[in-house]
Nanobody, 115 residues
Framework: QVQLVESGGGSVQPGGSLRLSCAASGIFFRIWAMAWYRQAPGKQRELVAQIPSAGSINYLDSVKGRFTISRDNTKNTMYLQMNSLKPEDTALYYC?????????WGQGTQVTVSS
């Protein structure tokens, strides 16, 4: 059974930082492409950052230079370090694992940026 469990969300003031984690089980983690998506109220889900098993990392333009995605294949865990957070980063953040033909989602972790 595949499980993706996000953690690390919370409420911060603008300019603050958070580190999200996604713990995966039930998959051969090191060969899967992993990604973070987010969905704000009333908006479509969007890709925030993607880290393949090998190759280039991609970021949403609005988070470049502020967010860093990483993975630890020894711990089956992916991370998203978020710095210089802005109110527009407020959203439910989802962990995604995919191989192209298979696609799995976590339940999401809420990030709220507000003064």
């Amino acid at each position: 059974q595949v499980q993706l469990v996000e953690s690390g969300g919370g409420s911060v003031q603008p300019g603050g930082s958070l580190r999200l984690s996604c713990a995966a089980s039930g998959i051969f983690f090191r060969i899967w492409a992993m990604a973070w998506y987010r969905q704000a109220p009333g908006k479509q889900r969007e890709l925030v950052a993607q880290i393949p098993s090998a190759g280039s990392i991609n970021y949403l333009d609005s988070v470049k230079g502020r967010f860093t995605i990483s993975r630890d294949n020894t711990k089956n865990t992916m991370y998203l370090q978020m710095n210089s957070l802005k109110p527009e980063d407020t959203a439910l953040y989802y962990c995604n694992a995919n191989t192209g033909s298979l696609n799995y989602w976590g339940q999401g972790t809420q990030v709220t940026v507000s003064s």
